[in-house]
């Protein structure tokens, strides 16, 4: 961030502030090079002019869809924008052809059924309100276009939604590239099955995410000439495995064990499982269960054929019984 030349008397201006991040208000005075604030919630700042940065008071009220649209892209201006939007349940912004997501903690069905793909399908990049869906179908259409590989890559700290954000991108190109009418499960089922047993064996609740992924992921997804799905390759690598033996409160262990506990009475005896509370890897926490997630529930969320080798891998039955 530059240091702005253009402070005087009277702008309206963004200053740091230890619990909101930013702050606007008004310049009172300047003196040498300290800036003197009065903030809009009624405090005095002064501080140096390097930190004090303009406010757009022309911005739309409801903050624009794309911020290379902005008057100033600084880190408040940026925050702002995003804050405004966020306020009006819009999720996504543009910059540039970089989409910005931020994480709604809230279901937002209508964002992500049928009908809101059907529109995306083929529409020109930035004709429609910012989507995930906009970045899957622009790297389809290339793809196809232009006969070339092409790669989506998803980033953030933990808890931003890069999990929930992976599995809507690949929801969208298995309803692209998804073969109608197949008899059987067809390859962008099974890609979306993976899912939850990969969740199961890789995620666990931690400090800052119930269901944080403790690994990372490559997912390839191979098309043929005419766009259809016709394989598909996921990559782990680097799993948190000392999680397994060493947990502390308020973090678990990898849902996977829980599940295992938590399945009916006939697979837990046959497998000598018993309350997860008896196991001291997990018992080491004092956190057994998650809000929002069912353990015995979860344990049979995983259908036939998701799993054709348990027996060598010694899953219980009922997960691949439903
Ligand atoms: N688009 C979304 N709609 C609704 N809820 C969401 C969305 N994105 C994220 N969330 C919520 O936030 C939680 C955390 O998101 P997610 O697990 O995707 O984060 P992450 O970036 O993958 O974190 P980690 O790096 O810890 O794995 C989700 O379990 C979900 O409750």
Same mark, same amino acid.
């Given at each position: ?140 259409? #290339?793809? &196809? $276009?232009?006969? =070339? ?6 980033? !953030? %700290?933990?808890?931003?939604? /890069? ?127 998650? #809000?929002? &997630? $069912?353990?015995? =529930? ?6 036939? !054929? %998701?799993?054709?080798?348990? /027996? ?11």
């Amino acid at each position: 961030m530059g240091t702005p030349a253009n402070i005087i008397v009277g702008s309206h201006v963004w200053v740091e502030d230890p619990t909101l991040a930013w702050i606007d208000g008004e310049v009172v005075s300047i003196k040498n090079n300290e800036v003197h604030v009065q903030t809009s919630n009624g405090k005095k700042v002064n501080t140096d002019r390097s930190k004090v940065f303009p406010k757009d008071m022309e911005a739309p009220p409801g903050g624009v869809d794309d911020m290379t649209r902005l008057s100033y892209l600084h880190e408040p201006g940026v925050l702002q924008n995003l804050a405004t939007r966020y306020e009006l349940n819009e999720i996504y912004t543009y910059t540039g052809s970089i989409l910005i997501a931020v994480n709604p903690f809230q279901r937002l069905l209508h964002l992500y059924d049928t009908h809101m793909m059907e529109q995306y399908k083929g529409a020109d990049f930035g004709e429609l309100s910012p989507h995930v869906f906009a970045i899957a179908d622009v790297a389809y259409r #290339e793809m &196809i $276009n232009e006969g =070339k590989n092409n790669s989506i890559l998803v980033s !953030g %700290e933990s808890g931003a939604g /890069k999990t929930e954000t992976t599995k809507m991108l690949m929801r969208y190109l298995a309803h692209l590239g998804g073969r109608s009418g197949v008899e059987g499960r067809t390859v962008e089922q099974q890609v979306l099955e993976s899912n939850p047993v990969l969740e199961a064996f890789g995620n666990a609740k931690t400090v800052r995410n119930n269901n944080s992924s403790r690994f990372g992921k490559f997912v390839e997804i191979q098309f043929d000439k005419t766009g259809r799905i016709s394989g598909a390759a996921i990559r782990t690598y680097l799993l948190e495995r000392s999680r397994v033996c060493q947990i502390n409160t308020p973090e678990r262990n990898y849902h996977c064990f829980y599940f295992l506990c938590a399945a009916p009475p006939e697979d837990t005896q046959r497998y000598k499982l018993a309350d997860a509370r008896s196991f001291h890897y997990l018992n080491q926490s004092s956190c057994i269960e998650v #809000e929002g &997630i $069912n353990d015995a =529930k979860d344990s049979g969320k995983n259908e036939v !054929g %998701e799993l054709p080798d348990r /027996k060598n891998k010694g899953i219980p039955e009922s997960w691949t019984n439903g």
